[in-house]
């Protein structure tokens, strides 16, 4: 991550060079043009104006950036605007942000084509007011907890592992509680949220003294302790009080006699660690939603034990010992709490400790070599409890391995990189969390095989289940996924790209070739009505034939709303796969609603037209609607 | 790079982020190996709490520093470099911890409670200096009190000229404080207004403070590229360009939009007509109310101009001259780049600026830390390399700047030699360095400049913007130190030396093996009971050098009374000083000359000579 942003960095650092200094002549600078845009911002509920709102115009050939602002009457006009498309927006908060053309909330826009000093004047971009969620963050005793992040999810990308973690980067409404646990997330999008707070670092790492563990502590000191009058300056105090050793206490719902320790997990409204069991709120346009609070819940940390046999029956030394989480949702809560992990002592034993209730994959890995990931592996599954677990049985089994070849598409225009520069490799699903979407695909590659110079990799250390195939090249130059992506994976003669396959120890693929494109393909066209009008209030839908490609973030289930000329068009880095689709057009597109297979079921019954799209092709197709 | 458009692209960019992260967690787990744990496998959730690594225990409780009663829920931490860091705890109603099995060595115990300002070992006040719990070998320290004082709290709100609550306002909490014997504000903590305007300041530490509003049209700008969310695809596919041309295309803004400038509660310009708020432990001070109106923005635009190759890492600044010292506007051009040497302000209110740009012939960023600024650089940049700078005063009330040409002048360099003055064989005169560090007014950078390489006992320092500068040697080297610095026979070692156009050479800083002086003694209150709470304050008679205070002041000391009120203040350079005994409290702002100045009344006078070694008991007469 930090890698990908210093690129963007760099590449944004170096942009400059090379410009002449002659930007203080407006009609020479580049991006600076005789057009016009003007129009008002209005209320969308109530039609009034909106004052002081910032309105920005981005795009262009060169990519402009208009910033201007609206006055008392909502009106606005930005000036010196050069030829090209841009998207128009208006931002004051606390209403939500709103682009020019969105007939709703939370819906994107129509971009404006504009040409050479043309002035576009009476556009009216429609804002919303946010809605407001608040409640309170306590303890299990009721105490106001600071610092905590109360943070709302879409209900909609429930088990959407992808959306999510987009969201918890930097989209999802959040705030933080202060000192009397109150919270206040503002310029919230009408819908269906799951509300969710995660307690401090310092709290969500700390453990609950246990009151054996203070009495055996009191107990260590009967010898008469050092006094110190040092560092604590106890000699200046009063006598330390006497110390009792009851008074100590667990939060309720630690079983007693529980010999571990116990911790904050982050929890769901109304007050579960359990997403499934977590109440979703449906939040109104503009509404004030109070009394969103949510209690913590204190769960045990238990210890895990068991034992590693190799394949040969006996203990197996220095075996490394990882603890996944099944039932946890939460991409970011799953990163947050970290994978649990140990080694296997001399004689196969391990213990892991600190664990928290839940469903875990117990996974055991022979130690990783230059050569290979692991060559044994063993899994067995666990659900975990108010209680130690121990006894566990890991038994070893030799690890998969799989041999495959990379390859530069033949007819690539960029200068071709090394192969001995690719990783590929196949990366388990239960690690994607079923995500298979264009995100996925081209990242994957990172944890590969570097190839070798005829292409060939060998990817060992597979266990198995659904892998997704991917490759990439050089893992040093992380912008290289700008140019290189996997344009096509064919297994055993079968084409499986943008798919997954499953990796089984009787049916190991006897070849396996991915090949590596800087082809991107792009269909575009014009929508228009049975007049010739271009269709602005419209969605324009591009979604494979094939129902398998039917998965959430797939980049073969594509939507783009037409400019104002009409114009749409599906390209660029997040454009099609080459491949069969149906090309539908509908009037409005809830956010998601996209990869609902249902959905596209029904526009499929309806005999949408059929397009192929093969390799690095630029298709048009103008659509007319009756 | 302009920050807003690096927000900007950040922003759009989400899910390039998303990819990295998941690269990483993809990396990770497909090569099924969690990361691996440094040496004896510091803990997390994976650790082992007690680490069986000794036989110490450290057994204590968290009280209020004020009414000294437990305080349970507090979250000790044990600190300190020892193989297997235990989890934090959580203390019970009796506000007991337990650290057990613990080899030995120094731990800090850093103690945190919501409501309460973070503490740890050996705080004796709110503010106070914590100290880290030595434990020898099998050491049970059963006594130890670890205090925690309620924090204050600051609320309030935004409004704008029609009465209309801001929202999503950037608001700081400011407090006074004393850089180079002048007041100064430093940023304390920052936050924004909520839909109401509303903004709230917890953690608060006693202390004076001013709340103001940060200028902040980065934060226009990533609304309104947020605005946009609603639709990643169509931003990629406008953005494509800039991203796909690898850097050959940079986005022309041109912003015209009012923003809220810098103003200081109640509504107010500057600092000096600010409110102040004095806050003490547990003070909650609610309704402090500013009031701003968005104003016009200009462009500031012009080229630096100079040498014949523009310097690469040529950074132009706009800032107010003002006690904060605060940037103004987003820089559009790139100065150094390409050596166009072009700067473009965007989003500039009226007002008075500094216009500055340096060229320093190393890694940029070299500007000292504020209030303090010790410590400094450690890697010397060539001695030949020139410090290239320029400042010009700007002043903008209705219209853009445009067209400006700011020409820069190669810095001054400061020379001279080192004499020993002793019997002591010489140390090799290449262990030393030379700083010079600027003293311009409260907001002046501290620029920290290590000497060049300093050979046959002479040295050169880089080139220097013009300015106050003192002159001074690191480090020590027992039982060399720093007698004297002086420049044209003057004697500059506690003031600054003025550095204008012309190069300054001859400059003698003379070390001497002769011991210092040391001051020791008991500090007892007015009853007569020896007093653990106290600061004892030392600093010269002479009020020349009060004014200059820099961050290398030899003569300005101060220390902490021990558990039995015993001080002791090795290493003064001869002279006649003051020397008070007052609460830690004045630590923030002692230096300013007015407080020295009531010091002074109740202070006793002190002369010392090399080498001598006084004790003098101190009474306290303040509280």
């Given at each position: 991550m930090r890698a990908l942003g210093a690129g963007l960095v760099v590449l944004a650092m170096s942009s400059q060079a090379g410009q002449q200094p002659a930007r203080d002549q407006p009609a020479q600078r580049p991006g600076f043009g005789t057009g016009a845009v003007a129009g008002r911002v209005v209320n969308g509920e109530t039609r009034q104006p909106i004052a002081d709102a910032l309105v920005a115009l981005i795009g262009g050939q060169t990519t402009t950036i208009r910033v201007g602002q609206t006055d008392a009457k909502g009106t606005f006009i930005l000036p010196a605007v050069p030829a090209g498309k841009?998207?128009?927006?208006?931002?004051?908060?606390?209403?939500?942000?709103?682009?020019?053309?969105?007939?709703?909330?939370?819906?994107?826009?129509?971009?404006?084509?504009?040409?050479?000093?043309?002035?576009?004047?009476?556009?009216?971009?429609?804002?919303?007011?946010?809605?407001?969620?608040?409640?309170?963050?306590?303890?299990?005793?009721?105490?106001?907890?600071?610092?905590?992040?109360?943070?709302?999810?879409?209900?909609?990308?429930?088990?959407?592992?992808?959306?999510?973690m987009v969201a918890a980067l930097g989209g999802a409404p959040r705030a933080t509680t202060d000192d009397r646990g109150i919270y206040r997330i503002f310029?919230?999008?009408?819908?269906?949220?799951?509300?969710m707070a995660t307690v401090p670092d310092t709290l969500a790492r700390a453990r609950r003294l246990g009151t054996t563990e203070v009495a055996d502590g009191l107990l260590a000191l009967r010898e008469p302790p050092r006094a110190t009058g040092r560092g604590a300056a106890g000699a200046a105090s009063a006598p330390a009080p006497p110390l009792p050793i009851d008074g100590v206490r667990f939060g309720p719902g630690v079983p007693p006699g529980f010999s571990g320790f116990s911790s904050y997990a982050p929890v769901y409204f109304p007050g579960t660690t359990d997403m499934s069991r977590a109440t979703t709120i449906s939040v109104a346009l503009g509404e004030e939603r109070t009394g969103v609070s949510l209690r913590l819940e204190i769960v045990p940390l238990v210890r895990v034990e068991g034992t590693v046999?190799?394949?040969?029956?006996?203990?197996?030394?220095?075996?490394?010992?990882?603890?996944?989480?099944?039932?946890?949702?939460?991409?970011?809560?799953?990163?947050?709490?970290?994978?649990?992990?140990?080694?296997?002592?001399?004689?196969?034993?391990?213990?892991?400790?600190?664990?928290?209730?839940?469903q875990y994959r117990v996974l055991a890995r022979s130690a990783r070599t230059q050569q290979a990931a692991s060559t044994f592996w063993g899994s067995a599954d666990v659900t975990i409890g108010g209680q130690d677990v121990g006894g566990l049985v890991l038994q070893m089994q030799p690890a998969l391995s799989i041999t495959g070849r990379v390859a530069i598409d033949d007819t690539a225009t960029t200068a071709r990189p090394e192969l001995t520069t690719v990783r590929a490799g196949f990366v388990p699903m239960d690690v994607l969390r079923?995500?298979?979407?264009?995100?996925?695909?081209?990242?994957?590659?990172?944890?590969?095989?570097?190839?070798?110079?005829?292409?060939?990799?060998?990817a060992g250390g597979l266990i198995p289940g659904a892998h997704l195939t991917s490759a990439m090249v050089g893992a040093e130059n992380p912008l290289s996924f700008l140019t290189w992506r996997v344009g096509a994976v064919v297994i055993d003669g079968r084409d499986v790209t943008d798919l997954p396959f499953d990796v089984k120890a009787d049916a190991l693929?006897?070849?396996?070739?991915?090949?590596?494109?800087?082809?991107?393909?792009?269909?575009?066209?014009?929508?228009?009505?049975?007049?010739?009008?271009?269709?602005?209030?419209?969605?324009?839908?591009?979604?494979?034939?094939?129902?398998?490609y039917w998965y959430p973030q797939s980049r073969r289930v594509l939507a783009v709303r037409p400019s104002t000329d009409g114009s749409y068009e599906f390209s660029g880095l997040l454009g099609p796969s080459a491949g069969e689709y149906f090309l539908s057009v509908v009037t409005d597109l809830e956010p998601e609603q996209q990869y609902d297979p249902t959905f596209l079921e029904a526009l499929a019954k309806a005999a949408p037209l059929r397009i192929l799209l093969g390799?690095?092709?630029?298709?048009?197709?103008?659509l007319k609607v009756r | 790079m302009n920050p807003s458009i690096l927000v900007a692209m950040r922003r759009t960019s989400l899910v390039v982020v998303a990819l990295a992260v998941f690269t990483a967690a993809v990396a990770l787990g497909s090569q099924g190996q969690p990361p691996v744990p440094p040496p004896g496998g510091r803990g997390g959730r994976g650790g082992e709490p007690p680490p069986s690594t000794g036989t110490g225990v450290i057994v204590g409780t968290v009280v209020d520093g004020s009414s000294g009663r437990p305080v349970p829920g507090a979250i000790v931490t044990l600190g300190g470099r020892f193989p297997q860091q235990p989890l934090p705890v959580v203390v019970g109603s009796d506000g007991r911890f337990v650290f057990r099995d613990l080899p030995a060595g120094l731990f800090s115990l850093p103690v945190s409670k919501n409501g309460y300002l973070d503490s740890g070992a050996g705080r004796t006040s709110p503010t106070g200096v914590t100290r880290p719990l030595e434990l020898r070998d099998g050491d049970r320290i059963g006594d130890v009190v670890l205090r925690l004082w309620r924090h204050a709290v600051v609320s309030g709100s935004a409004a704008d000229e029609r009465g209309d609550p801001v929202v999503s306002l950037r608001v700081a909490l400011l407090q006074r404080t004393v850089v180079n014997g002048q007041w100064s504000l430093e940023e304390r903590q920052t936050t924004r207004t909520d839909d109401r305007g509303w903004y709230r300041f917890t953690k608060v530490a006693p202390g004076r403070y001013v709340v103001a509003v940060r200028q902040d049209p980065e934060g226009f700008m990533e609304a309104a590229v947020m605005a946009m969310s609603a639709d990643l695809s169509a931003i990629m596919s406008i953005m494509a360009p800039l991203i796909a041309s690898g850097g050959n295309q940079f986005p022309e803004v041109d912003f015209r939009a009012r923003v809220i400038p810098m103003v200081f509660a109640p509504g107010v310009a500057t600092a000096d007509e600010a409110?102040?708020?004095?806050?003490?432990?547990?003070?909650?001070?609610?309704?402090?109310?500013?009031?701003?109106?968005?104003?016009?923005?200009?462009?500031?635009?012009?080229?630096?101009?100079?040498?014949?190759?523009?310097?690469?890492?040529?950074?132009?600044?706009?800032?107010?001259?003002?006690?904060?010292?605060?940037?103004?506007?987003?820089?559009?051009?790139?100065?150094?780049?390409?050596?166009?040497?072009?700067?473009?302000?965007?989003?500039?209110?009226?007002?008075?600026?500094?216009?500055?740009?340096?060229?320093?012939?190393?890694?940029?960023?070299?500007?000292?830390?504020?209030?303090?600024?010790?410590?400094?650089e450690t890697t010397s940049p060539a001695p030949s390399?020139?410090?290239?700078?320029?400042?010009?005063?700007?002043?903008?009330?209705?219209?853009?700047?445009?067209?400006?040409?700011l020409a820069l002048r190669e810095g001054v360099r400061i020379s001279g030699r080192l004499q020993f003055e002793g019997t002591t064989p010489a140390p090799p005169a290449e262990r030393f360095s030379v700083m010079a560090a600027n003293v311009d007014g409260a907001a002046g950078t501290q620029t920290n400049v290590p000497s060049s390489a300093i050979a046959d006992g002479s040295f050169k320092t880089i080139g220097l913007p013009p300015g106050r500068y003192t002159v001074s040697l690191l480090p020590p080297a027992a039982p060399w130190r720093l007698r004297s610095v002086r420049a044209a026979g003057r004697d500059i070692t506690d003031v600054p030396l003025d550095v204008d156009a012309d190069d300054i050479s001859d400059v003698v800083i003379a070390l001497t093996d002769q011991p210092l002086a040391s001051l020791s003694g008991t500090v007892r209150r007015l009853r007569g009971d020896a007093d653990a709470t106290a600061v004892v304050f030392v600093f010269p008679v002479d009020r020349d050098l009060w004014s200059h205070v820099g961050p290398t002041a030899r003569r300005f000391r101060t220390v902490r009374a021990t558990d039995v009120g015993r001080y002791s203040l090795p290493g003064l350079p001869e002279g006649d000083y003051y020397i008070v005994a007052a609460h830690e409290d004045r630590l923030s702002d002692w230096l300013h000359p007015q407080v020295l100045e009531t010091f002074a009344s109740t202070a006793g006078r002190v002369q010392l000579r090399d080498g001598e070694q006084r004790t003098l008991d101190l009474t306290r007469h303040d509280r």
């Amino acid at each position: 991550m930090r890698a990908l942003g210093a690129g963007l960095v760099v590449l944004a650092m170096s942009s400059q060079a090379g410009q002449q200094p002659a930007r203080d002549q407006p009609a020479q600078r580049p991006g600076f043009g005789t057009g016009a845009v003007a129009g008002r911002v209005v209320n969308g509920e109530t039609r009034q104006p909106i004052a002081d709102a910032l309105v920005a115009l981005i795009g262009g050939q060169t990519t402009t950036i208009r910033v201007g602002q609206t006055d008392a009457k909502g009106t606005f006009i930005l000036p010196a605007v050069p030829a090209g498309k841009f998207v128009l927006s208006a931002s004051k908060a606390p209403y939500l942000g709103s682009m020019y053309g969105a007939p709703k909330p939370a819906r994107p826009g129509t971009a404006l084509v504009l040409t050479e000093g043309q002035i576009v004047s009476g556009l009216e971009i429609l804002m919303w007011p946010g809605a407001v969620v608040t409640g309170t963050v306590t303890d299990q005793d009721g105490e106001p907890v600071a610092d905590a992040e109360v943070q709302l999810q879409r209900a909609a990308t429930r088990g959407n592992q992808m959306l999510q973690m987009v969201a918890a980067l930097g989209g999802a409404p959040r705030a933080t509680t202060d000192d009397r646990g109150i919270y206040r997330i503002f310029g919230v999008a009408p819908g269906d949220y799951l509300v969710m707070a995660t307690v401090p670092d310092t709290l969500a790492r700390a453990r609950r003294l246990g009151t054996t563990e203070v009495a055996d502590g009191l107990l260590a000191l009967r010898e008469p302790p050092r006094a110190t009058g040092r560092g604590a300056a106890g000699a200046a105090s009063a006598p330390a009080p006497p110390l009792p050793i009851d008074g100590v206490r667990f939060g309720p719902g630690v079983p007693p006699g529980f010999s571990g320790f116990s911790s904050y997990a982050p929890v769901y409204f109304p007050g579960t660690t359990d997403m499934s069991r977590a109440t979703t709120i449906s939040v109104a346009l503009g509404e004030e939603r109070t009394g969103v609070s949510l209690r913590l819940e204190i769960v045990p940390l238990v210890r895990v034990e068991g034992t590693v046999f190799g394949a040969d029956g006996v203990g197996a030394a220095n075996v490394q010992i990882t603890l996944q989480r099944l039932d946890e949702t939460s991409f970011m809560a799953m990163l947050r709490s970290g994978i649990r992990s140990a080694q296997t002592a001399a004689n196969g034993q391990f213990t892991v400790r600190n664990v928290a209730p839940g469903q875990y994959r117990v996974l055991a890995r022979s130690a990783r070599t230059q050569q290979a990931a692991s060559t044994f592996w063993g899994s067995a599954d666990v659900t975990i409890g108010g209680q130690d677990v121990g006894g566990l049985v890991l038994q070893m089994q030799p690890a998969l391995s799989i041999t495959g070849r990379v390859a530069i598409d033949d007819t690539a225009t960029t200068a071709r990189p090394e192969l001995t520069t690719v990783r590929a490799g196949f990366v388990p699903m239960d690690v994607l969390r079923d995500q298979i979407g264009a995100f996925a695909g081209m990242v994957a590659g990172a944890g590969g095989q570097a190839a070798r110079a005829d292409g060939s990799f060998e990817a060992g250390g597979l266990i198995p289940g659904a892998h997704l195939t991917s490759a990439m090249v050089g893992a040093e130059n992380p912008l290289s996924f700008l140019t290189w992506r996997v344009g096509a994976v064919v297994i055993d003669g079968r084409d499986v790209t943008d798919l997954p396959f499953d990796v089984k120890a009787d049916a190991l693929p006897k070849s396996v070739l991915v090949t590596l494109t800087d082809k991107q393909q792009t269909l575009s066209g014009v929508i228009a009505d049975s007049s010739g009008r271009p269709l602005t209030a419209s969605t324009v839908l591009m979604f494979a034939t094939d129902r398998r490609y039917w998965y959430p973030q797939s980049r073969r289930v594509l939507a783009v709303r037409p400019s104002t000329d009409g114009s749409y068009e599906f390209s660029g880095l997040l454009g099609p796969s080459a491949g069969e689709y149906f090309l539908s057009v509908v009037t409005d597109l809830e956010p998601e609603q996209q990869y609902d297979p249902t959905f596209l079921e029904a526009l499929a019954k309806a005999a949408p037209l059929r397009i192929l799209l093969g390799p690095g092709e630029v298709k048009r197709q103008d659509l007319k609607v009756r | 790079m302009n920050p807003s458009i690096l927000v900007a692209m950040r922003r759009t960019s989400l899910v390039v982020v998303a990819l990295a992260v998941f690269t990483a967690a993809v990396a990770l787990g497909s090569q099924g190996q969690p990361p691996v744990p440094p040496p004896g496998g510091r803990g997390g959730r994976g650790g082992e709490p007690p680490p069986s690594t000794g036989t110490g225990v450290i057994v204590g409780t968290v009280v209020d520093g004020s009414s000294g009663r437990p305080v349970p829920g507090a979250i000790v931490t044990l600190g300190g470099r020892f193989p297997q860091q235990p989890l934090p705890v959580v203390v019970g109603s009796d506000g007991r911890f337990v650290f057990r099995d613990l080899p030995a060595g120094l731990f800090s115990l850093p103690v945190s409670k919501n409501g309460y300002l973070d503490s740890g070992a050996g705080r004796t006040s709110p503010t106070g200096v914590t100290r880290p719990l030595e434990l020898r070998d099998g050491d049970r320290i059963g006594d130890v009190v670890l205090r925690l004082w309620r924090h204050a709290v600051v609320s309030g709100s935004a409004a704008d000229e029609r009465g209309d609550p801001v929202v999503s306002l950037r608001v700081a909490l400011l407090q006074r404080t004393v850089v180079n014997g002048q007041w100064s504000l430093e940023e304390r903590q920052t936050t924004r207004t909520d839909d109401r305007g509303w903004y709230r300041f917890t953690k608060v530490a006693p202390g004076r403070y001013v709340v103001a509003v940060r200028q902040d049209p980065e934060g226009f700008m990533e609304a309104a590229v947020m605005a946009m969310s609603a639709d990643l695809s169509a931003i990629m596919s406008i953005m494509a360009p800039l991203i796909a041309s690898g850097g050959n295309q940079f986005p022309e803004v041109d912003f015209r939009a009012r923003v809220i400038p810098m103003v200081f509660a109640p509504g107010v310009a500057t600092a000096d007509e600010a409110a102040t708020i004095a806050l003490a432990s547990g003070d909650e001070r609610t309704g402090i109310v500013i009031r701003v109106a968005r104003v016009p923005t200009y462009r500031v635009s012009g080229t630096v101009v100079g040498p014949d190759t523009m310097p690469p890492n040529l950074q132009v600044q706009l800032t107010t001259p003002s006690q904060m010292d605060l940037p103004a506007g987003v820089n559009l051009g790139e100065a150094g780049r390409g050596g166009s040497g072009r700067f473009d302000f965007v989003a500039v209110p009226p007002g008075r600026y500094v216009l500055r740009a340096v060229a320093a012939p190393r890694a940029p960023g070299g500007r000292g830390g504020r209030g303090g600024g010790r410590g400094g650089e450690t890697t010397s940049p060539a001695p030949s390399a020139s410090t290239w700078w320029a400042t010009q005063q700007i002043t903008i009330t209705d219209r853009d700047e445009v067209g400006l040409a700011l020409a820069l002048r190669e810095g001054v360099r400061i020379s001279g030699r080192l004499q020993f003055e002793g019997t002591t064989p010489a140390p090799p005169a290449e262990r030393f360095s030379v700083m010079a560090a600027n003293v311009d007014g409260a907001a002046g950078t501290q620029t920290n400049v290590p000497s060049s390489a300093i050979a046959d006992g002479s040295f050169k320092t880089i080139g220097l913007p013009p300015g106050r500068y003192t002159v001074s040697l690191l480090p020590p080297a027992a039982p060399w130190r720093l007698r004297s610095v002086r420049a044209a026979g003057r004697d500059i070692t506690d003031v600054p030396l003025d550095v204008d156009a012309d190069d300054i050479s001859d400059v003698v800083i003379a070390l001497t093996d002769q011991p210092l002086a040391s001051l020791s003694g008991t500090v007892r209150r007015l009853r007569g009971d020896a007093d653990a709470t106290a600061v004892v304050f030392v600093f010269p008679v002479d009020r020349d050098l009060w004014s200059h205070v820099g961050p290398t002041a030899r003569r300005f000391r101060t220390v902490r009374a021990t558990d039995v009120g015993r001080y002791s203040l090795p290493g003064l350079p001869e002279g006649d000083y003051y020397i008070v005994a007052a609460h830690e409290d004045r630590l923030s702002d002692w230096l300013h000359p007015q407080v020295l100045e009531t010091f002074a009344s109740t202070a006793g006078r002190v002369q010392l000579r090399d080498g001598e070694q006084r004790t003098l008991d101190l009474t306290r007469h303040d509280r």
